[in-house]
């Protein structure tokens, strides 16, 4: 029964359609497939031929022998409903007494397309469960049943070419009797056979007309095969397209399966379909233009769309530098054995991206240890070349119009090969370029030219020209680009609210006091990373780049959990924080330099009033000295996380624990973070900023001595607000109710 145990679990792959297709629920249903698996595999099906009448008694004896089992099984089935469908059955099968050669060819046809299906099917279809698809993905399963509808198809294409033959067969023997007879009529002048001749006759007119009806017949299911597979083939080459299109897309953090796995089994089936179809047009002994053109077009399609860059090379290339990529060969164990395959790779720029087809003239750059060989793995059933220590020696700019950068100059590493297929008699030439990549000779250009494949990754059409990008977004766009590359390089869950995306929204735009919806606006390319922002030194997307990588490195758990405002505005800030009791604090990033996270807290006044106090921004360099929970401690003016969380019970556990006890006789050293005037240094110029000081104590120069310095905290002299609501907990002054606000 190991046909139908590999087969039953492929059926809850197949359609509902398929599965009536292969067991016909009125002549042979899949419960008598599964009841009577063992005795039916245990069977001579294939021996069964229509036109060998002889068979008909042995046929007549299986076909009573399953009726009977199914009789059988019925009356010892204590289920009432399958009882009474096993009777149902065995009785309709009686329609087959009349002609029971048709009931065992019948079941031989179904037990070959079983094999045909399960020598076709991916390895994971004993488990449908691997086939899971992240969303918008389109299923693996329609384009399966394609697959599956078209091996039938083919199936029967070779079941009529087989009947032609034995028609045919028939025919020439009968024509043979025919001769001889007439012979022998003419040499003893016999009239008595004049009948014999005219049956004869009747006969083979009657065989011709079944064989010219049978290769019309024969033409059409090839022609309708054909069509099938071009369809099956068009929908497989844009799920190529997908795959491609969603690996360019995780760069800005979109999800995103790598397995080409089932791809790779999609694309040898449709090779070895159209390799069967090539082979009945041979068989039919007369050439076929029109179908063998459009089998030939097919197939150089197929074999040049296999090539995949499977790890593409790093987006942004610093010259000199090592980096590695992996190109894999769909049809890999297809490849003609004998001369080894090498790729090689070459760079091109964005006018040669623009016009493949050929090898593309200039060379533009100098590429290191640019060739590999496609190498199979047996393990994993993959074909890969990889490139280990490729590297850039030298590049060729174009020329540069107005502002454009060198980080703005895209290019792409084009790969390609001469390959031979089994079973095809000329080598074809393939090729794949890879993803956009900058290159730069500089790791201070790197920020800007990550800024460039961000615009390209989150903004390019699926089928553009080489590397064409808006010049404007909506900014709906823009904010969904910087939450999904925030997120994934932060890797976490808690994504950019509302607040922060208008408050993004005023400082790309350069509207403080905007109170309208942003999402239609359209955002720049300059405005993302060409123009400084106003009183600023740096482009909006190196602020935010900073923003992000502070908080990849030393910031993840307290935005996870909701413990940082993130992007907030001045106005916004003092709005919610204006009402609320001395040392209520948030933290919010820093406005005014790159990669800085600030603490925003209620005072008092020597008045008796209320005024907010920004501490210094800590910066990268800040937190690997001191953590942010220890400096949250460190400073008694601040006591409630906004809107009201007492800070020792929401931050302990961000808190180091003072080490137990002296080490070798000396006195341990500690940190302590104090804003500037508790550690009695002069008023700020701008009472709104606070500036840090850091009591450092030193180790001593023995046990009895110590000594003591204040040092001040290196980090620029400017403050700022940064702060986010734990989950669960609502703002006392929404959204709306602030722009209203700003409106007014």
């Not at 769309?305 to 610093?318: E, H």
């Amino acid at each position: 029964m190991t046909q139908w145990i590999h087969m039953s679990q492929m059926i809850q792959c197949l359609s509902d359609e398929t599965v009536n297709n292969l067991y016909p629920p009125s002549a042979f249903p899949i419960e008598v497939r599964h009841f009577l698996a063992d005795w039916i595999e245990s069977q001579r099906w294939d021996d069964f031929v229509m036109e060998k009448v002889e068979q008909e008694s042995q046929a007549r004896t299986l076909l009573d022998q399953t009726i009977s089992m199914l009789q059988s099984m019925a009356q010892q089935n204590t289920n009432v409903v399958d009882r009474m469908k096993l009777m149902q059955i065995s009785r309709n099968m009686a329609v087959f007494q009349q002609q029971p050669l048709q009931f065992a060819v019948m079941v031989r046809d179904i037990l070959r397309k079983e094999r045909v299906l399960l020598n076709a099917a991916p390895a994971q279809i004993p488990n449908p469960p691997q086939y899971q698809q992240y969303p918008g993905r389109e299923p693996s399963f329609p384009i399966m049943q394609d697959v599956d509808h078209l091996v039938l198809k083919v199936l029967e294409v070779q079941d009529v070419r087989q009947k032609m033959h034995q028609l045919q067969e028939d025919l020439n023997w009968e024509r043979q009797n025919y001769e001889g007879l007439q012979g022998t009529i003419q040499q003893n002048g016999l009239d008595a056979a004049t009948s014999e001749i005219q049956k004869l006759q009747t006969h083979i007119q009657q065989l011709e007309y079944n064989v010219k009806a049978m290769a019309t017949k024969r033409f059409q299911q090839l022609k309708e095969c054909v069509d099938c597979l071009d369809q099956c083939q068009g929908r497989l080459i844009n799920r190529l397209k997908a795959w491609r299109w969603e690996q360019h897309k995780a760069t800005i953090g979109h999800p995103f399966d790598e397995d080409l796995n089932p791809l790779q089994t999609w694309c040898e089936q449709l090779l070895g379909v159209n390799g069967k179809l090539r082979q009945e047009l041979m068989l039919i002994g007369e050439p076929i233009p029109e179908l063998q053109e459009r089998l030939g077009q097919l197939l150089q399609v197929l074999i040049q769309s296999s090539l995949v860059v499977d790890k593409q090379p790093p987006q942004v290339i610093k010259t000199q530098s090592k980096f590695s990529t992996t190109v894999r060969y769909l049809l890999g164990e297809k490849v003609a054995p004998g001369k080894p395959v090498v790729l090689k790779a070459q760079i091109i720029n964005e006018l040669q991206a623009r016009n493949l087809g050929g090898v593309p003239g200039d060379n533009v750059g100098e590429l290191i240890n640019n060739t590999a060989i496609l190498e199979h793995n047996t393990s994993s059933k993959s074909t890969c070349a990889t490139f280990r220590n490729m590297s850039i020696k030298k590049i060729k700019r174009a020329d540069r119009k107005g502002s454009e950068s060198v980080t703005e100059e895209k290019f792409a590493l084009l790969f390609s090969t001469e390959i031979n297929i089994t079973g095809c008699e000329t080598p074809y030439r393939i090729q794949m370029i890879s993803l956009p990549v900058v290159v730069i000779v500089h790791g201070s250009q790197d920020n800007n030219a990550l800024a460039t494949i961000i615009w390209d990754c989150a903004f390019s059409e699926a089928d553009r020209v080489p590397f064409v990008v808006p010049e404007r977004v909506p900014w709906r766009m823009m904010y969904s680009t910087l939450n999904s590359k925030f997120t994934a390089e932060v890797q976490t869950q808690h994504n950019l609210d509302q607040y922060n995306q208008h408050f993004l929204a005023q400082k790309i735009f350069d509207k403080p006091d905007f109170a309208d919806d942003f999402s239609n606006m359209m955002v720049s390319w300059a405005q993302f990373n060409k123009e400084v922002l106003p009183g600023r030194p740096f482009t909006f997307w190196q602020w935010f780049e900073g923003v992000m990588e502070l908080t990849k490195k030393h910031l993840k758990t307290y935005w996870s959990e909701g413990l940082i405002f993130g992007f907030i505005g001045k106005q916004h800030l003092h709005l919610i924080l204006k009402d609320r009791p001395n040392g209520t604090f948030l933290l919010r990033f820093s406005d005014s330099e790159i990669g800085g996270i600030t603490i925003a807290y209620v005072s008092a006044t020597d008045n008796g009033g209320q005024k907010i106090q920004n501490i210094q921004p800590f910066t990268k360099r800040d937190l690997e000295i001191r953590s942010l929970g220890d400096r949250i401690r460190d400073i008694s003016h601040i006591t409630y996380l906004y809107p009201d969380f007492p800070k020792h019970e929401v931050f302990k556990k961000f808190y180091t624990e003072p080490q137990a006890s002296p080490i070798g006789g000396y006195i341990p050293v500690s940190l302590h973070t104090k804003v500037g005037m508790e550690a009695g240094s002069a008023t700020p110029p701008n009472p709104s900023m606070a500036p840090l000081t850091v009591h450092q104590f030193q180790q001593p120069f023995s046990p009895q001595e110590s000594i003591t310095q204040d040092i001040m905290d290196s980090a620029p002299p400017s403050v700022e607000f940064t702060e986010h609501i734990p989950p669960g907990n609502n703002m006392d002054l929404d959204l709306d109710t602030f722009l209203q606000t700003l409106d007014s």
